[in-house]
Nanobody, 123 residues
Framework: QVQLMESGGGSVQAGGSLRLSCSVS????????LAWFRQGPGKEREGVGF???????SVVDFVKGRFTISRDNAKKTLYLEMNTLKPEDSAMYYC?????????????????WGQGTQVLVSS
């Protein structure tokens, strides 16, 4: 059974940093495409960025220059380094995975999801 488990969330002041991790278990190989999504209070879930098995990444404009996605295939772990955090970054952050080539950052393109880790940024 494939399981994704996020960790590293918490509370931080604006301008601070957090590093989220997502460990993948129950899957023999490394998923081709790993991604981060987030859902803020009263908002729909939105994509943050993805990374493929070769390390090619893409992040959305509103986090570009502040957030970095990386992965360790040997450890089957996905990371999200978040710097210069803003109150509007407060959300539940989810990791997602699928074994197809990374494409549009849409929920329907990912079959496997974690339970989420909460990030709260105070002003």
């Amino acid at each position: 059974q494939v399981q994704l488990m996020e960790s590293g969330g918490g509370s931080v002041q604006a301008g601070g940093s957090l590093r989220l991790s997502c460990s993948v278990s129950g899957y023999t190989y490394s998923f081709y495409c790993l991604a981060w999504f987030r859902q803020g209070p009263g908002k729909e879930r939105e994509g943050v960025g993805f990374i493929d098995t070769d390390g090619v990444t893409s992040v959305v404009d509103f986090v570009k220059g502040r957030f970095t996605i990386s992965r360790d295939n040997a450890k089957k772990t996905l990371y999200l380094e978040m710097n210069t955090l803003k109150p509007e970054d407060s959300a539940m952050y989810y990791c997602a995975a699928d074994d197809v080539r990374c494409g549009p950052l849409l929920e329907r393109n990912f079959r496997y999801w974690g339970q989420g880790t909460q990030v709260l940024v105070s002003s």
